[in-house]
């Protein structure tokens, strides 16, 4: 797996929830430089467990799915004699 690499877009709006995060939930203040290195550090550390969620998750519906068509095509099939 690659480093997780966002926008600019997406930073500054991870930062300001971070930022926001720490104002209103722990009263305490985190500027964005703090926030970013904080962002990426998680990225980095934890966010390898919530990519292979999300990759189970995908397959596992992947896996439902395959089998839901598999169910409509034998539908399909016309009786033999």
């Known amino acids: 797996?690659?480093?997780i690499?966002?926008?600019q877009e997406e930073t500054d709006r991870i930062v300001a929830k971070v930022k926001s995060y720490f104002s209103?939930?722990?009263?305490?203040?985190i500027g964005g430089f703090e926030a970013e290195?904080?962002?990426?550090?998680?990225?980095?550390?934890i966010g390898p467990f919530f990519?292979?969620?999300?990759?189970?998750d995908a397959h596992t519906l992947f896996i439902q799915k395959s089998e839901e068509l598999g169910y409509q095509i034998e539908e399909l099939e016309q009786p033999t004699r």
């Open 1 to 3: 797996m690659s480093d």
């Open 37 to 45: 290195f904080l962002i990426d550090f998680f990225a980095k550390e």
């Open 24 to 29: 209103e939930e722990l009263e305490q203040e």
């Open 51 to 56: 990519y292979n969620r999300g990759l189970l």
């Open 5 to 7: 690499k966002f926008t």
